[in-house]
């Protein structure tokens, strides 16, 4: 039952979180967090860009209907779930909790999980890296865009839906390009320092997750969150992800993808990233609210890694089993 075990980075967050708890930052260092933690997102951003091979995006983009699929399920599906949770509302939390249902399904597909899943499973990982790619660079248009079309929010900072895009361009997309068009120069230290990326990734994220407990818990966060609405969100993220895994499959085999092909449609098109959906809280939500609204994201990161390894380490036992078995058949 390996799958069950928690995933180090989530440990790492359940640190942070308590951390912000019992120590929040206040005063001047919020101002000293908040400028550390862009930084940190952009340089994360950059090292994404600078990773990425465009090679592999052409090599993997020749199947249309495979990347509409995974773009459908990911900005249309998804998001209906959310409104379906929202107005099935079968548990009385806060609407918070809802918001923040609601904007995880809103969120683009991760990238490094996703193509990691579909390689353990013997996926198209081409098409993979196709896929996650574009999905995160698309997220940064389309998620703000959903959140101001299906929600009744304030920006942190006054502004339109425009003006949120711009800000996250400039956070994340700017960097990302950057890095993108550096590779020629740095591509060959990246490859050799992949680990760097996982880490500068856990980091970024480690650090608005921080500022924004610290603001959550400093506005009383802990009184109005208890076990039961965390075993609600724990609950209601098991929901989300099986229907949306049960979708993609049906999907998959609906329109005749391949083995390779439907591993890829399962693992970039029902999951969900941390890593974007952060950084794009704190500028789309209140200061105060960011901390309750990533909660139901934060979790479905761990379901989502728990569930998608069991079913990745299945994929590959059936690969291994189907080796072991052609030798036989051919002889027969």
Known sequence: MGFLRLDPMMIKLIITVLLASFLPARGGFVDFFEYLTTAAIALLFFMHGAKLSREKI???????????????????????????????????????????????????ATVQSSIAFTSMAGGNVAAAVCAASASSLLG??????LVNLVMNV???????????????MMQLLVPFVIGHLSRRWIGGWVEKHRSLIGKTDQTSILLVVYSAFSEAVVNGIWHRVGVDTLLWILAGSL??????????IGASRLFGFSRA??????????????????????ILFPASAVGIIVLPLMIFHQVQLMICSFIAQ??????????????????S
């Open 58 to 108: 052409i090599a993997g983009s020749s199947h249309w209907r495979l990347h509409l699929w995974i773009m459908c399920s990911t900005f249309v599906i998804f998001p209906a779930l959310g409104l379906l949770l929202v107005w099935w509302h079968p548990v009385n939390v806060g609407p918070e909790i809802y918001t923040g249902f609601l904007y995880l399904c809103i969120l683009p």
């Open 154 to 168: 304030h920006s942190a900072a006054p502004g339109n839906g425009l003006e949120q895009i711009g800000k996250i």
């Open 239 to 248: 929901l989300l992800l099986l229907i949306a895994l049960a979708i993609n």
């Open 261 to 282: 092909d439907e591993i890829v449609v399962l693992f970039c098109g029902s999951k969900k990233s941390l890593a974007n959906g952060v950084p794009m809280a704190n």
């Open 314 to 331: 299945r994929y590959k036992a059936g690969n291994e089993k189907q080796l072991a078995q052609q030798p036989e058949a051919q002889k």
């Open 140 to 145: 940064v248009f389309i998620s703000p865009l």
